[in-house]
Structures are given as C-alpha cells and as structure tokens.
C-alpha cells in the first residue's frame, strides 16, 4: 500500500498545489494508518473495510488521541482514499461512512458567587472610574451581556424606570434582557455622578464612556476586568466572558429554567445554552449527597 501514498502524496502535491508541511502531515498520519493495514494484510485498496478505519481510530483513542486529532486523522483518511477512488485504483470509499469523533466541549470558566462579590467590592471606591467600572460590572453580570453588547450598549437603549435594556446581539438580533435593582442603581449612580459630567449635551451614543469621554473599546474593558480581579485578589482565570459565564451557571444553580437562560443569554440555538447545564448535574448531586438518607 506504501505505493499509493507516494502516488496521492505526489496527486496533493501536483494536483491540490498543497505546501510541503500539509504533505508532510498526510503523510505522517496516513502512515500509522497503512501500518496499521499491512498488519492486517490488507495489501489491496478494494481489501480494506470500514470495520478496519472504525477499529485503527478505536486503537488511537485508547493510545490516548484526543477527538479532535482523531478527527484530523479521519480527514486524512477520507481524502487519501477519495483520490484511491477518482484515480481508479479502488472501486468503494470504506471511510465514506465512517463518523468523524465529536470534539468535546470545553466546560465555561465561570467565577463563585463569593468571587464575584470579591470583584464587585474592588470596585467601591469614589473616583469618576471606580463608579463607571462598578457600573459596568454589575450591569455585566445582572444581564449576561456579551462585552461588544456592553460596550457598543447606547444611552436610548437602557430604560432604568423599568428595569430593562434592549441589546443587538449575534445576527443582529434584538433582544430585552431584564435589569436587576442593584444594577440599575449602579447604572443611575453613573449616569448623575459621571457621565453627566464628561457628555452634559449627550452628544455621545454610547452609555459607558472612557475616561477621556470617548466610546470604549472591547480592550480597554478587559484590561478594567483584570485590573479590578488582580485588586479584589480572584484567582480563578479570567476572560472577557467570564461575568457571562457566571451569570448564566448562577441562575441554573438557583433554578432558573434553560429556555429563559437562553433567552437571556441571545442563543439562537438551546443546544449552545445546555452547555451550562454541568452545574445543574452537580447541584443535583450535591442534594443527593445532603438530603437522601443513602447518599
């Protein structure tokens, strides 16, 4: 079999004008696989089955790949033996019904709720920042906000009266995502005390201003968020999402429903929102543990 993986290594070459080191990694997975194959006796493109893809990809993932390598390598594969196919050198595709490995998700940082009262205190200061960044931060993780909504989030858009804020997410959808009490003190606090001075005749859009008066931006956000972290002291690592995240595993761990999350949260799909639902699997066990006579 070696010599059709010079001949479709000379076909990606020629044919599909790939670079060298795209070559040299079909090369290097395809070559495990065509071990694999003459171990098997497998000396024929027609001999292979898809019971013998299915069992090398079985012994990868015991060897310890991960899913999405073990994907790559399937990719690999489906194309070596598709060019078996166009050249005429086999009559059946066997990887044409082979699945490919499902990446697992990765889990969301979030914070605890200790945590985030810890970020929130280091914001109580009274300097024209420390009252903007408190603002910002309550608003962040009392609506789930994505960060570019937070920072792009305009004046017209906010109705403290009523306990709402309007948000053009992903798609350019609308969506209202209610606004808690503390929130909208926070928020009106800013508005008297701070914005009212950098932008008396509002002549700026945006509701969260820089210190020079000007939109901010999504970078100078992030850089408050891990100033404030490293002065409140949290460790856990943070990302641009992390008020997000913890904004949506809080409200299952208190018993909000999945659907209302992802309302909240602007998912087009349930499916992005069930994500969260590791905490809600650990509080049930977590009552199981407490309350049932044998946990």
């Given at each position: ?15 599909k ?58 990719s ?38 200790e ?16 009252i ?42 609308e ?91 602007g ?29």
């Amino acid at each position: 079999m070696n010599r059709f993986l010079d001949l479709f290594l000379a076909w990606l070459t020629v044919e599909k004008g790939l670079s060298g080191n795209t070559c040299s990694a079909y090369a290097a997975d395809l070559g495990r696989y065509l071990d694999y194959l003459e171990r098997l006796k497998r000396d024929t493109p027609d001999s292979i089955q898809s019971t013998d893809i299915a069992e090398f990809l079985g012994k990868e993932r015991e060897r310890g790949l991960a899913p999405r390598s073990r994907a790559r390598l399937l990719s690999s594969i489906r194309m070596f033996h598709r060019f078996l196919l166009i050249e005429r050198y086999a009559t059946l595709n066997p990887s044409a019904i082979i699945e490919a490995p499902r990446p697992l998700k990765k889990l969301p940082t979030f914070l605890s709720m200790e945590e985030v009262e810890k970020l929130l205190r280091a914001t109580l200061g009274k300097r024209d920042e420390d009252i903007r960044d408190r603002a910002m931060l309550e608003l962040l993780y009392a609506t789930g906000l994505r960060v570019s909504e937070l920072v792009n989030l305009k004046l017209r858009e906010v109705n403290l009266e009523v306990g709402y804020l309007m948000t053009i997410g992903k798609g350019n959808k609308e969506r209202l995502v209610p606004i808690g009490a503390t929130a909208c003190h926070r928020v009106a606090d800013y508005l008297e005390q701070v914005r009212s001075k950098q932008d008396p005749e509002l002549l700026q859009k945006e509701l969260f201003l820089s210190r020079l008066g000007e939109s901010m931006t999504r970078q100078a956000f992030w850089n408050i968020i891990k100033k404030r972290a490293l002065l409140a002291g949290v460790r856990t690592s943070i990302s641009p999402h992390t008020l997000r995240h913890s904004f949506a595993t809080h409200l299952l761990a208190n018993g909000a429903d999945l659907r209302s999350v992802q309302i909240m949260l602007g998912h087009a799909d349930l499916s992005t929102t069930q994500i969260y639902t590791h905490v809600t699997r650990e509080r049930l066990k977590q009552l199981h543990k407490e309350l049932h006579p044998r946990g």
